[in-house]
């Protein structure tokens, strides 16, 4: 999972639980706030049963039968007290007199009792107005009597008049104890709440940081221009195939470092992406993919790639940089393309513009190039998901080249050549400098040739009288799942492995000759033979035939051609390559043979085997079938 979105989801979660602790907290604060209600509820069923009690005592003149009898308010009073609990701090009933002054008609306190008829002067102008609405109503602490919680004022009633104003305390650590009801759930929401604060900010701190190291793992420090991540990453959120792209490298850039420093260097680097900014739309990327070597890509529906390739070479050319009092002009390389529809490889891209900007290196460099219609369309070929597909459909075909003898043109042997097979048309056959590179090494590589090695099998079970050879690279010699396929193939088929050459390609100079020729009798064990394909070239030199038992040697076609153009010298290098095979008993075969005048060549000087498009262009192997003994 991208962090991006790992962020997100950890930021997401983080919100949900702090609108959960949110919530909670609200929940908590309305439960007590109900259990508050219920309790008030409760005290206002118990002041009414109260004022019910002393109406039905005092015969509904309240104030006249206390007046008259002592013992009776003696008695209520003591009621009153035996009332108090830890919930009720006071307990009292207040009658007003003619000059509407509030006196105390009962009084249920515990300690320091006030006597009857003594003013009491209320805070809370709610008194008066429970007095005359004769409406039950609750004064709050601060706006009666200190240390209680509320005062519940309830009016007794006669005769539509009220008769008196019955006040019921309720104790402030009653309602402290209310309050601190949920005190364990509210110290655990509070200590939640802490910690996704903390978390919230560390979350934060983390991001910020991650933000800052995305941008320098995104961008360039020296440039400014975007990174390889980026460009990466940029690709997994749109499609390749909507973007032009161009590859841009300095030429030399090394000796303005040597001469000037590296410090003016990258003082020359620093204008250059900016000039390359210049001419590029905010929609454009510009990437720094090495030292002095920058990607472009470009929305296709901006501007033409050829056009756009053009003003940037011709700016960055013209373009002058002062170093030192000297002006600099710049050469640089550069190839350009549009990336056809449905291409999904990247890397197959940056590929094929690092060959041709290689190309326009080779050529002389400050230049540009490019890439037209048949190049574009080959490109396709050079997409992984392409081979991957056409392997997995088994759209893997062989052509055969003839092998003849030079003195009678009489087909000895045929060299399998593999190709694929393009999707849209079965008869283009796609050949492996596109796709052979790219796969080398890995599983697709190994599919290609069991599906090589199965046709090549069933053409010699087919064929009789034929003989066929297949290439190898020291490579396959070397992977053990290769030799594995090899050795199972020719066990299966060892009743016609002895018709089978292997030609061994080296793109490495051989280092192990004991393992390479351990290797060799392992081939070999049922009869099949072993050839040095392009000697003369490479790393093929003399000491093959020193040291490995070789049954074939293949002269490079590059040496063949050189008859064109230093026939007396390239006659004496082919006659002691002749003499030596000679010597060491093994056939030779000539290849690129490509005209008559080199197969006349080649026939006078006693090389008894050819091979070439003048010979014989790879084709089916039906299409040789007149040659063939079926």
Known sequence: MKQLYFNRIIFGIIGLLILFVLYLQYAIIENTEKIKKDEIQKSENYAQKIAEYLQAKTDNHMEASLTKSPKLRTQLNELLQALLTEKYQYIFVLKKDTKGHYRFLLDGSKEDAVEYKTLFFPQSSLFDKVYAERKMGIAKQQEGTQKIWLSLLYPIVEANQTEALLVVDLSEEYADYLNNFNSPLKMLVGLMQVFLVVSMVLLGLMAYRYYKFRQSVLNDVLTGAHTKLYLEEFFNRNRLDDYNAILIDMDEFKEINEKYSYDAGDVI????????????????????????????????????????????????????????????????????????????????IQRILDEKLLEVKSRGKNDFIVLDLQMIDNLRYRDINYIKEALEEKRVSCLYQPIVHTQTKQIVKYEALVRLVDKEDSNKLITPDHFLKIIKGTTQYIKMSKLVLKEVFSSLHAFKDIKLSINLDLDDLYNNDMMKLIAKHLYKNREVADRLTFEILEYNEIVDYDKVMLIFQQLKAYGSKVAIDDFGSGYANYSYLIHLDIDIIKIDGNLISQLHTSAQRTKIVLESIRNLAEKFGCKLVAEFVSDEMLYTQIKALGIEYAQGYYLGEPKPIEAYEKFIKV
Request: charged share 20%.
């Open 269 to 348: 680097i620093k204008e250059f992406t900016q000039a390359i900014l210049a001419e590029l739309s905010l929609e454009s990327k510009l990437i720094r993919t090495g030292g002095t070597e920058f990607f472009i890509v470009v929305p296709k529906k901006e501007i033409s790639i050829g056009v756009l390739a053009q003003k940037l070479f011709k700016r960055l050319q013209e373009k002058k940089y002062l170093i030192d009092n000297d002006v600099i002009f710049l050469t640089i390389s550069m190839s350009a393309m549009i990336i056809p529809s449905g291409t999904s490889s990247l890397q197959n």
